[in-house]
């Protein structure tokens, strides 16, 4: 928006007391700082998604994260870090590493027990066990093994959310459980409502190029991996610029 088209003191409403309201409350603050923002929120705390909670158990206490867990610091996610920055919030980040067990160790609660995502440190076996008895996985196997035989989508659709993506390929079961857990963690947001070509861009040209998710991988992986080789670069100028 452009400043020049507000007065000096605006009255501006900000619906929604989620994490993107409050951004907005606080990004419009600095463009204008003697605006008078109200944040409207339906329910009976601010942070939307966003719910942290510490349970005491014997010998200390755990975080529960019942939003999202995570923070990458990449293309967007720079933003987010920079906010939490200027708010002088970095000392509460608590930052893990690619190798430690919270990054290794991924658990979705369903029915009523802990199930360990598919992921590192888990071997082919483990994890066939894990989709074939797993409740939450109900339903992938057969589903994985026909969706090869599902129709393309429509020529003229542009996009669809994840779930409908996954509903249409594979089985609702799967977008409700898994994938709805799983972006619900990651993005705070309704599986029903992200967006499948944005957030899963290779998935979706993979229907759209080889008609089939589980074809374009197997066509993938049986293509031989391109060798790439470094080249050392004239450190001189204009040789640079005659190899150009």
Do not use: C
């Not at 906010?83 to 029915?111: C, H, W």
């Not at 483990?126 to 035989?149: C, H």
């Amino acid at each position: 928006y452009s400043t020049s088209l507000y007065p000096d003191d605006p009255e501006i409403a900000v619906l929604g007391g989620g994490i993107t309201g409050l951004a907005s409350a606080y990004y419009i603050s600095k463009e204008l700082p003697r605006a008078k923002i109200t944040i409207y929120e339906a329910g009976p705390r601010v942070g939307g998604w966003m719910l942290s909670k510490r349970v005491e158990v014997d010998g200390g206490n755990i975080l529960f994260e019942q939003g999202p867990r995570t923070l990458r610091p990449v293309k967007n996610g720079l933003i987010t870090a920079h906010l939490v920055q200027e708010l002088g919030m970095t000392d509460d980040v608590i930052f893990t590493k690619k190798t430690s067990p919270a990054a290794r160790n991924r658990f979705i609660y369903y029915p009523d027990h802990l199930v360990k995502m598919p992921g590192p440190g888990m071997s082919p076996w483990q994890i066939a066990k894990s989709l074939w008895r797993e409740p939450v996985f109900e339903g992938f196997a057969l589903a994985a093994l026909r969706e090869a035989a599902i129709d393309q989508r429509p020529l003229g659709l542009q996009d669809e959310s994840v779930g409908s993506f996954i509903s249409r390929r594979f089985d609702r079961r799967i977008a409700d459980n898994a994938v709805s857990a799983m972006l619900h963690g990651i993005y705070a947001g309704d599986v029903y409502k992200l967006s499948m070509k944005s957030l899963f861009p290779q998935q979706w040209r993979d229907e759209e190029e080889y008609g089939s998710v589980v074809r374009a991988l197997l066509e993938k992986n049986r293509q031989p991996k391109k060798i790439t080789k470094s080249v050392q670069l004239p450190s001189n100028p204009y040789h640079l610029w005659r190899l150009s």
